[in-house]
């Protein structure tokens, strides 16, 4: 049961693939002719949930969040990094975005024509498998988090997030943290108050520390070892 230890609740630009390396020159000029790149500011927000969708984006440099929320209840589904597709799965039919994304730090949006991306699946087939193995993989990581919150505790979960953030986004045991208490009880599924007794739990046992937004892990073995127990 090796596999429930290496959960991935968030993604990293090496899981990206080579897409853009693997087309022609004459592929990257019918691209480059259907793209628009835009730049977001920290806290705005770059597609609403249930708005019509034209394009496929990606995020070339920042960090986004991506959420759904049904009356006053939100659920954070994921954080991206650079590098990452935002809305593949629009490109098979389904013309409406069925999440909100708001930057979390200044970031930069290429939106490709989802036209474009379609012509590109039918006529290079590993851009098509690459596109594919994308994702699965995104199904991979919704299958990861929903267990995650389905099936451990509180300090679990959190766990998992601290890992994620250290190992995968910012690859530092230092780091400022990008979410606010309400992102963070968003993302595991708890209330700010959970997550405010939560924090003050690890640093107690001295597994984090904290000053402002820059958090420390102190011992990752332990917090691997909460997240792994659940």
């Given at each position: 049961?090796?596999v429930?230890?290496?959960?991935?609740?968030?993604?990293d630009?090496?899981?990206?693939?080579n897409c853009f390396?693997?087309?022609t020159d004459?592929?990257m000029v019918?691209?480059?002719?259907?793209?628009t790149?835009?730049?977001?500011?920290?806290?705005?927000?770059?597609i609403?949930q249930?708005?019509?969708?034209?394009d496929i984006?990606y995020?070339?440099?920042?960090?986004?969040k991506?959420?759904i929320s049904s009356g006053?209840?939100?659920?954070?589904l994921?954080?991206?990094?650079?590098?990452?597709?935002?809305g593949?799965?629009?490109?098979?039919?389904?013309?409406?975005?069925?999440?909100?994304?708001?930057?979390l730090?200044?970031?930069m949006?290429?939106?490709?024509?989802?036209?474009?991306i379609?012509?590109l699946?039918k006529?290079?087939?590993?851009f098509?498998a690459?596109l594919y193995?994308?994702?699965t993989n995104?199904?991979?990581?919704?299958?990861?988090?929903?267990?995650?919150?389905?099936?451990?505790?509180?300090?679990?979960?959190?766990?998992?997030?601290l890992?994620?953030?250290s190992?995968?986004?910012?690859?530092?045991k230092?780091?400022d943290l990008p979410?606010?208490r309400?992102?963070?009880a968003?993302?595991?599924g708890?209330?700010?108050?959970?997550?405010?007794?939560?924090?003050?739990?690890?640093?107690?046992d001295?597994i984090?520390?904290?000053?402002?937004?820059?958090?420390?892990?102190?011992?990752?073995?332990?917090?691997?070892k909460?997240?792994n127990?659940?």
């Amino acid at each position: 049961m090796a596999v429930l230890s290496q959960i991935n609740h968030c993604e990293d630009n090496e899981e990206t693939g080579n897409c853009f390396k693997i087309l022609t020159d004459q592929e990257m000029v019918l691209l480059e002719n259907n793209r628009t790149e835009i730049q977001f500011n920290k806290g705005e927000t770059i597609i609403k949930q249930g708005t019509k969708s034209s394009d496929i984006l990606y995020l070339k440099s920042g960090l986004v969040k991506i959420s759904i929320s049904s009356g006053d209840s939100s659920l954070i589904l994921c954080i991206k990094t650079k590098n990452h597709f935002i809305g593949i799965e629009n490109i098979y039919g389904y013309d409406y975005h069925a999440y909100t994304v708001t930057a979390l730090e200044d970031s930069m949006i290429c939106y490709i024509d989802t036209s474009a991306i379609r012509q590109l699946l039918k006529q290079n087939n590993n851009f098509n498998a690459e596109l594919y193995r994308i994702l699965t993989n995104n199904s991979l990581l919704t299958y990861d988090r929903f267990f995650s919150l389905t099936q451990k505790q509180l300090h679990g979960r959190f766990a998992d997030i601290l890992l994620c953030l250290s190992n995968k986004i910012f690859k530092s045991k230092k780091f400022d943290l990008p979410l606010s208490r309400k992102d963070l009880a968003d993302l595991t599924g708890m209330a700010p108050e959970s997550v405010i007794r939560i924090i003050k739990d690890f640093k107690t046992d001295k597994i984090i520390a904290t000053k402002g937004k820059r958090v420390e892990i102190l011992n990752e073995p332990l917090l691997q070892k909460i997240s792994n127990v659940g």
